[in-house]
């Protein structure tokens, strides 16, 4: 970890000098999303006291950071977005004895950066090891999305949560906001009477009256994941280390959709090893979460259209467990590697939902993945690395730049490791892998040079037929790549092919379809004539189908410009904000002729309740900012 950090420091040493940069304010940033000195001082333990103020949708902090500072650094990098910074003061070993005072300490907020933001500069002497710091979060956190009562299940309270990743903790707590900092955490959280807080961390089951809830978090993480939610919430156990949290007229559903969650866990551990963050719960939010789900420790969080009432989406609920080892225990150094935290988890998803459900499931789910990672690497385009595992972003923002490929190349290269050596050797291999670096950073140069040494015992000549380089560092795919197939979505092609033909959609075999075979089967038409769509809709229902099928169903309504359906996509592109399913619809309708009109009429209705990491990407698709200036 040392030997690491020196290394980036010395990079970026050379990298100003190389530039030619004459006044550095303060010294350049490690990495190029943190102001944090990794061989300076860093922070140990969080202690946190947090006020949730839904009148001024705002939060009133207080910060104590523990560090630890070998080399005697005299400043404290910290990273923070739009905040107020109201008081910094650190206790030096000896003073508090005396004056039982912590003494007021000079700091600075440096310039501030378009992504990164501003960096809080402490000074501190080589003794001082406790820092406090009071402050407020801005208007604009991006890392906190307040909802409105009616954007909520219950349309009666208002409603609080987080998303960290990949750089928003920094807006409402000053942390040192990379994957390779750890720390522990306890917090004590303020919310209005009725409310429930949770954390990722040990969490309460029930409402506090007085609306004060403590936390804490004894495993060290990366500030990624710091996780809050406040609202309305119930808790219903599954089993004595799994349950769910949702709004109360959500719960009972959710209970019943993800009561495999322990079997999940207990796959999962005979797999690759104990699960070490003691409770497995999910929380259920309200729909304007940007993401499937986030892997926040001991309290995953899931976006509502998960509750499909058959099960059918509950991979994801295996995604979030798997990063439990891959991510939260062995963590990507920086956001380059992120296939580190991904494409490990994905391959682990599936061999938990192989496992769990069978091969063609699992199969099923990689062949889709495998058409996404394919468009993607064709939208890149030939020598981008952005399909590379290891991504040069060069200071891009991740939640913009990060698509499909750390997600699936990764699965397919750890798919191609394990047909090279065996499944048996391949997984003890990972179990290892799993002991050896947890709760460490990790880096693509340092798996391989692990992977080779562990598993290919060094054979340079092996590891050039592989193309360990080309798939590490270069875009596309190399010829040794995996190509998944399912003879399930055969069966489903034919079905599709014969409708094509003509037969009505009553005599297609659709008998056990899964979530995945109906969105294969919606894959196969280019367009389709309104009578035959109109056979199809009153057929199988596609609008009253889980979110995915949906989002299958709408894109096709949209190249065959079928308009009954089009109040009801609307609907859904106002109440879902999960950015995954509704960017493509708004790709679509912007590919099309008169709309881009529409997707802007929807647009300017929507994008008020959506979150700013899915605001920023439809931005972007239909031109927001053109559209508002010619209006
Ligand atoms: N950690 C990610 C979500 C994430 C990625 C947040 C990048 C911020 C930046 C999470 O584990 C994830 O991958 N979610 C997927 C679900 C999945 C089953 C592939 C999602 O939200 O679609
Ligand atoms: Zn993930």
Request: charge should be neutral; hydrophobic fraction near 40%; proline fraction near 6%.
């Amino acid at each position: 970890m040392l030997r690491f950090s020196r290394v980036i420091v010395a990079c970026g040493v050379l990298l100003a000098l190389a530039c030619g940069k004459k006044e550095v304010r303060h010294a350049p940033p490690v990495s190029n999303y943190s102001y944090a000195q990794l061989d300076g001082a860093v922070v140990t333990n969080m202690t946190l006291d947090l006020n949730v103020d839904f009148d001024h949708k705002r939060i009133d902090g207080v910060a104590a950071l523990d560090i630890d500072n070998p080399h005697g650094a005299t400043k404290l990098y910290l990273d923070t977005w739009a905040m107020r910074i109201l008081k910094v003061a650190r206790d030096d070993p000896g003073t508090s004895e005396k004056t039982g005072k912590k003494a007021a300490t000079p700091w600075t907020l440096g310039d501030s950066l378009p992504l990164i933001g501003r960096p809080l500069v402490v000074d501190i002497t080589p003794d001082t090891r406790h820092v406090v710091v009071r402050y407020q979060t801005g208007a604009d956190a991006r890392g906190l999305q307040w909802l409105d009562p009616e954007q909520t299940a219950m349309r009666d309270k208002p409603y609080l949560y987080t998303q960290s990743e990949s750089i928003l903790a920094r807006s409402w707590i000053p942390c040192q906001d990379t994957p390779a900092v750890r720390f522990t955490y306890s917090a004590r959280v303020h919310v209005p009477a009725g409310l429930m807080a949770l954390m990722s961390a040990r969490n309460p089951r029930s409402v506090h009256p007085d609306g004060v809830y403590t936390f804490t978090m004894p495993q060290s993480i990366p500030s990624y994941l710091l996780a809050l939610a406040v609202g309305d919430i119930e808790y219903r156990p599954i089993s004595r280390r799994c349950g769910v949290y949702a709004e109360p007229n959500r719960v009972n559903d959710a209970l019943w959709e993800f009561i495999d969650m322990e079997k999940m866990v207990e796959t999962a551990e005979k797999l690759y090893g104990p699960y070490r963050w003691g409770q497995f719960d999910v929380l259920v939010l309200p729909p304007a979460f940007p993401y499937g789900g986030m892997e926040n420790p001991r309290l995953t969080f899931l976006t509502p259209v998960l509750l499909a009432g058959d099960r059918s989406l509950v991979s994801t609920v295996a995604h979030e467990l798997a990063h439990s080892w891959s991510g939260n225990l062995v963590t990507m150094a920086d956001w380059d590697d992120f296939w580190l935290n991904e494409g490990f988890t994905t391959y682990f998803e599936r061999r938990i939902t192989e496992a769990l459900y069978g091969r063609d499931i699992a199969e099923m789910e990689a062949v889709l993945g495998y058409k996404e990672l394919l468009d993607e690497i064709k939208a890149a385009g030939p020598g981008s690395k952005d399909t590379a595992l290891h991504i040069p972003l060069d200071g891009r923002d991740p939640d913009q730049v990060l698509g499909i490929a750390p997600y699936e190349k990764g699965y397919l290269f750890l798919r191609m490791l394990e047909g090279t050596v065996g499944r048996k050797r391949f997984d003890t291999f990972l179990r290892k892998y799993f002991d050896t670096f947890s709760f460490q950073p990790m880096t693509t140069g340092r798996f391989l040079k692990y992977m080779k040494s562990e598993l290919l015992d060094n054979n340079e000549e092996l590891a050039a037929t592989l193309k360990l380089h080309d798939w590490a560092y270069e875009g596309g795919l190399p010829d040794n790549a995996p190509r998944p197939e399912s003879a399930r979505f055969a069966r489903v092609e034919e079905e599709a092919k014969r409708f094509t033909r003509g037969a009505p959609a009553s005599d297609l075999d659709t008998g056990q379809w899964t979530s995945m075979e109906w969105q294969q089967f919606l894959a196969q038409f280019g367009t389709l004539e309104t009578a035959q769509m109109a056979d199809l809709d009153t057929a199988f229902h596609f609008t009253k189908r889980n979110g995915e099928i949906q989002r299958s169903w709408y894109l096709l309504c949209i190249t065959s410009q079928y308009e009954p359906d089009y109040p009801l996509m609307e609907k859904y592109l106002v109440r879902i904000g999960r950015r995954w399913l509704i960017r493509p619809i708004y790709t679509r309708l912007c590919e099309t002729k008169d709309g881009r009109r529409r997707a802007l009429r929807i647009y300017r209705r929507a994008r008020p309740g959506y979150h700013s990491i899915t605001r920023d990407t439809i931005d972007k698709i239909v031109d927001w900012k053109a559209a508002n200036r010619r209006n």
